[in-house]
Nanobody, 122 residues
Framework: QVQLVESGGGLVQPGGSLRLSCAAS????????MYWVRQAPGKGLERVSD????????YYTDSVKGRFTISRDNAKNALYLQMNSLKAEDTGVYYC???????????????GGQGTQVTVSS
């Protein structure tokens, strides 16, 4: 079955950086668009960044443009999110997610990991 295991979160001061990783298994990783989504305290899920199956196309929500970089290594079935210039509003649980359709950016996704907590605070 699909397994997505996130890691790399932690407590960081405003302006700091973190690199999140996601280890994927149980599906053909290289054939799916992948996403990072987050849930801030008391709020719903927000899709932060998208990356195409081959890695050549990336998208970001406006609030993270220029600060976050999504990438993937299909040989390792791994997804990454480099987060720089972190702000307090980036605080939340971050999940990696896969699209529900092969080779499509449908925006419908599944996630199932525990997520990784990112806390930005001084």
């Amino acid at each position: 079955q699909v397994q997505l295991v996130e890691s790399g979160g932690g407590l960081v001061q405003p302006g700091g950086s973190l690199r999140l990783s996601c280890a994927a298994s149980g599906f053909a990783f290289s054939t799916y668009w992948m996403y990072w989504v987050r849930q801030a305290p008391g709020k719903g899920l927000e899709r932060v960044s998208d990356i195409s199956s081959g890695g050549g196309n990336t998208y970001y929500t406006d609030s993270v443009k220029g600060r976050f970089t999504i990438s993937r290594d299909n040989a390792k079935n791994a997804l990454y999110l480099q987060m720089n210039s972190l702000k307090a509003e980036d605080t939340g649980v971050y999940y990696c997610a896969k699209d529900t359709y092969l080779f499509k950016r449908s925006g419908n996704y599944v996630y199932g990991g525990q997520g990784t907590q990112v806390t930005v605070s001084s």
